[in-house]
């Protein structure tokens, strides 16, 4: 066997609709991703998510008002200079988390320049708006913001973006900083309303709204009602059930994996999953890397492959450089974020060799 995955899925202590959205994506890697071991292996972070969190951290700091006393002529520069932290902070982590790889620095990540360009203007477009329009009324209650709600009974927390307040309603806005946004998608449907069971349930008003803030200040908005939440309240119910039943009975496994170039995009598990490298159901072009059996090592950055996977290359020979881990001749080894170069892998900063059999252990047809 090429792979044999040795690993033991735990029920959370508490759901969040993010991790719930992770369950209805691909159950098999939300059950790696709760083996502790396995997740600290595996789990590293990347540019797009650390840009994802930069701007959540700014927003969050526009929206609790924190740049209320700045003069608007230096607001620009202010909004701007938090930006720069937050994202410093977040090349940090990747720096520690990578070690020793060298990470390129934020001005080089894919998407940064628009991602600061859009993120900056967005924050300031909304405090020079919420500063013409003045103060709320009184009688309507003050925005959540980053505001932790809880129901113990069904063992759900979430923190929603931003909770906007009415007499007798409210609306939910998640931000999104993705480019690819086009029109709220099913699961930001779905965080969206359990995010909105969390605040009725707290506040006992009613939803009135779900929407989706674009990088760009773009609202993609749908109006809900209690029984498009109570709906999807149902649906969480019995899909978060058949998988505490599944870790009861032991049985998560490859079978419940559902592969596509979307799910497994930047899933931190691909380098052992096989549902994923056998998958012929898409069209993953150059997307997936290898597996395969070390026939050559060159030196500590250059290796031959005899490959496994994917199906359609099966015995091929192919050169990797650039991988920077120790390979010997007869392991198993699967290679992701790596350049796919004519017969040839080339590795970058983030690129993930992982042995799945040593030389001694690789015994496969």
Not at 292 to 314: A, F, K, W
């Amino acid at each position: 066997m090429t792979f044999q995955v040795d690993f033991r899925a735990t029920i959370p202590n508490w759901w969040s609709p993010s991790s719930y959205n992770r369950l209805y994506s691909c159950a098999y890697r939300f059950g790696l991703s709760t083996d502790s071991e396995i997740y600290r292996k595996f789990a590293k972070p990347n540019t797009f998510a650390a840009l994802g969190t930069a701007a959540h951290r700014l927003t969050e700091r526009a929206w609790s008002n924190e740049f209320e006393e700045i003069d608007s002529i230096d607001l620009g520069a202010k909004i701007s200079d938090v930006w720069n932290q937050e994202v410093e902070i977040q090349f940090q982590k990747i720096l520690t988390a990578w070690a020793p790889s060298k990470v390129p620095p934020p001005r080089d990540w894919p998407f940064y320049s628009i991602s600061s360009t859009r993120t900056i203007k967005r924050i300031l477009n909304e405090i020079t708006d919420f500063r013409a329009r003045g103060h709320q009324p009184s009688n309507i209650d003050r925005p959540w913001v980053e505001h932790e709600l809880f129901d113990e009974n069904m063992c759900l927390k979430g923190t929603p973006d931003r909770v906007i307040f009415f007499e007798e309603s409210f609306i939910v806005q998640d931000l999104k900083t993705g480019f690819k946004i086009k029109e709220m998608s099913e699961s930001h449907r779905r965080q969206l309303l359990l995010y909105a069971h969390l605040v009725r349930s707290d506040t006992h008003k009613r939803p009135k709204r779900i929407e989706v803030v674009k990088s760009d200040g773009q609202i993609l908005g749908e109006n809900i009602s209690d029984a498009d939440v109570d709906d999807c309240l149902q649906e969480f119910r019995s899909k978060t059930q058949d998988f505490m039943n599944s870790v009861q009975r032991d049985s998560v496994s490859e079978d419940v994996a559902s592969p596509s170039p979307e799910v497994c995009g930047h899933c931190h598990y691909r380098p052992i999953c096989k549902s994923f490298w056998a998958d012929s159901k898409f069209d993953w072009s150059d997307s997936r890397g290898s597996v395969g059996r070390v026939i050559r090592v060159s030196n500590n950055n250059t290796l031959t492959l005899e490959q496994i996977y994917p199906s359609d290359c099966v015995g091929e020979v192919i050169e990797v450089s650039n991988v920077h881990q120790t390979s010997a001749v007869g392991d198993i080894v699967s290679i992701v974020n790596a350049y796919k170069q004519g017969s040839s892998l080339r590795g970058r900063w983030n690129t993930i060799l992982t042995t799945l059999r040593p030389a001694d252990e690789s015994h496969i047809t």
